[in-house]
């Protein structure tokens, strides 16, 4: 292998550089080159998935030289040169133009390999006390909690918007079903801030996710800590972690596990979307009629001239489905894995950190259509739906002084006999019933959840590092 030699010079510190000239080694290199399609098959998908970890890596690392500093493993000088690098990286890779070059594994060793093109010898001293085990452990979480936070986002911006629409429409029945047959009255008020009220408890599922993720893996190094001095609270609070890994075994063990519970809660707020837009799907049809879309938001057909089909919730409804079903992928490849380290789990990023931007295309799209679909506000003029107040008839001569039970057979008899003809009015007075929804204390709820997210102490640690950083 040819090398060239480079002086590096910085106003605290001289460094000289052994450049690769023609190879680019790998972290892990002893110098026996690996078979091409061996590499190939092993790094996979790693080059275009670690894009999605970048600025957390480089992130994690300037906490990490942070602390090495702390412990006496670099000086003062040094750190301040790595920040100011580091900090240059993150730039790079939050523009989006960061790259890994061909005969780099990963985002680890690529910056690793930039730190060291620029400076050097100090480049390669940010590895010492960890390992690219804990290190994408580490990736992971800090890639997990920023999507977190945008999928809990776009979940509380539809949320907004159903409850906004509830109330506008508040006041609009429609059929309620059972077996699917026509049932008892509901609204479009019910409908939607039902669905407002089941996002606000996919978020308490997903807050729990968010706190097992957000506990730092930093110093467990391949699985079994270090006998370097490392100071792993230091690390927790400057990345913002809530707690801390402690046994650096189960650490290690984390990877897969949270992944898998962050999918699961992932896939509750799918099934959620999913039932939403079949319910959509339903309503839009000829035989149903109850809601619209704007022309421009539906497609048609390519022989049948009055098609506009809902492909839009058709779509977010497939998403959502094949969403659900990330969990038992993830389940699929970690559940035969002794503790340790082993490669299968670089496959479980290949179905997880995609679903993020899956589900939160589904929830932005569904609150788009949602806001411009328009109700039909007539719909139970049409007399098939007139036994839907049965049960209102039933009630009214219960409140009368009739018992349930004969009130049940005077109604069901006027239905038989086809003289069944009620007043189409409800008076649910209740909480969550027709005529009062209780919206404000749904909105209450979803605060209540988002706030204990904390997401500002996640930001406040980003601005913190890049700002010692200079």
């Not at 789990?345 to 799209?365: A, G, R, T, W, Y």
Request: with cysteine.
């Amino acid at each position: 292998m040819k090398l060239e030699f480079r002086i590096i010079q910085h106003p605290s510190v001289l460094y000289i550089q052994a450049v690769h000239k023609y190879n680019i080694m790998k972290l892990w290199d002893k110098g026996t080159p690996v078979n091409k399609a061996i590499e190939d098959f092993t790094v996979g998908r790693d080059r275009e998935l670690d894009l999605f970890l970048a600025t957390h890596d480089i992130l994690g690392s300037m906490a990490h030289v942070t602390m090495l500093e702390s412990v006496g493993l670099i000086g003062k000088e040094e750190l301040t040169v790595l920040l100011k690098e580091l900090k240059r990286l993150y730039k790079i890779a939050e523009s989006g133009a960061f790259k890994i070059e061909d005969g780099v594994e990963d985002v680890h060793s690529q910056v690793e390999f930039m730190l060291t093109e620029t400076l050097g010898d100090l480049g390669k001293k940010i590895h010492s006390g960890r390992s690219r085990n804990d290190q994408v452990l580490l990736d992971l979480k800090l890639f997990t909690r920023d999507a977190i936070k945008e999928i809990t986002e776009s979940t509380v911006a539809l949320i907004d918007i159903l409850l906004e629409r509830a109330e506008e429409l508040k006041n609009v029945l429609l059929p309620g079903y059972t077996h699917l047959q026509v049932a008892m009255p509901s609204s479009f008020g019910l409908w939607f801030s039902a669905y407002a009220e089941s996002l606000t408890d996919d978020l308490e599922l997903l807050r729990s996710a968010y706190k097992i993720t957000n506990q730092n893996p930093l110093g467990s190094a391949a699985g079994y800590g270090s006998s370097f001095p490392l100071n792993r609270q230091l690390t927790t609070d400057l990345l913002g972690f809530e707690n801390m890994n402690y046994n650096v075994v189960y650490a290690q063990m984390g990877r897969g596990k949270v992944e898998k519970i962050v999918s699961f809660a992932l896939a509750n707020l799918a099934a959620t979307i999913s039932k939403m837009a079949y319910d959509v799907c339903l309503y839009m049809s000829q035989n149903f009629n109850f809601v619209s879309l704007p022309a421009e938001f539906t497609t048609g057909s390519s022989i049948m001239p009055h098609k506009k089909n809902p492909d839009v919730f058709e779509l977010t409804r497939a998403r959502c489905n094949k969403l659900q079903g990330v969990p038992a992928q993830i389940g699929l490849i970690i559940n035969n894995l002794p503790s340790g380290y082993f490669r299968d789990l670089q496959m479980v990023k290949e179905v997880f950190l995609p679903s993020f931007k899956e589900l939160n295309d589904c929830l932005n799209i569904a609150g788009l259509a949602l806001k411009n679909m328009t109700v039909n506000t007539k719909i139970l003029d049409d007399p098939k739906y007139d036994y839907l107040f049965s049960v209102e008839e039933v009630n009214k001569l219960v409140l009368q002084g009739v018992p349930f039970r004969e009130a049940y057979k005077i109604v069901g008899g006027q239905i038989e006999s086809n003289t069944f003809s009620p007043e189409k009015k409800v008076n649910h007075v209740h909480e969550g019933s027709i005529g009062n929804l209780a919206l404000d204390k749904i909105q209450t709820k979803k605060e209540k959840t988002l706030k204990s997210f904390n997401f500002l102490t996640l930001e406040e640690a980003r601005q913190n590092l890049l700002n010692t950083a200079g």
